[in-house]
């Protein structure tokens, strides 16, 4: 009965892996990519060093680059290997995963424009004021 459960475990994983490998090696080719077409100056034009700005300009940046977490954490960490901020990277990460300004149409007709609008706004001030706690708590330690 454990060789079972064992082997269904083992397979769903399998699988699970096999679909996640083409996705993410998309990405990580998209980000090669993207990193060398831009240039090393760029960031430091858009993200000046200040938490509070950065966290809101990383938190835009999420909102319309909307994606899945794996891919976020593949990103987010590029950013800070190029010197993007912490609280950038994190505001970027946040809101990537939980607002969806693509998506936003799609989710105002299923589930009404009120509470799309509303559960993307409180997305987006959140994941602003996730990344200064973080920022500030990495700071403190």
């Known amino acids: 009965m454990i060789h079972l459960q064992i082997q ?3 397979d769903q994983t399998y699988n699970s892996i ?4 083409l ?10 990519l993207f990193m060398t077409a831009i240039p090393k100056d760029f960031y430091n034009k ?19 680059a909307a994606g899945n977490p ?3 954490y593949v990103i987010g960490g590029e950013l800070l290997e190029q010197g993007v901020g912490l609280a950038a990277v ?14 936003m149409p799609a989710e105002m007709l299923m589930l009404g ?3 799309a609008l509303l559960r993307n706004l409180f997305s987006f001030i959140s994941a602003i004021i996730i990344a200064l706690l973080v920022t500030s708590f990495v700071s403190f330690l």
């Not at 096999?18 to 490998?21: D, G, L, P, V």
């Not at 993410?24 to 998209?30: D, K, N, Q």
């Not at 994190?90 to 998506?103: E, M, N």
């Open 18 to 21: 096999k679909r996640s490998i």
């Open 8 to 10: 269904k475990a083992a």
């Open 70 to 72: 794996v891919n976020s």
């Open 23 to 32: 996705p993410l090696l998309s990405v990580l080719l998209a980000i090669a």
């Open 46 to 64: 858009i993200f000046t060093g200040n938490d509070y700005l950065d966290s809101i300009t990383g938190a835009l940046f999420g909102s319309i």
């Open 113 to 115: 424009k009120k509470f």
């Open 90 to 103: 994190t505001a970027f990460i946040l809101s990537w995963v939980t607002v969806g300004i693509l998506q």
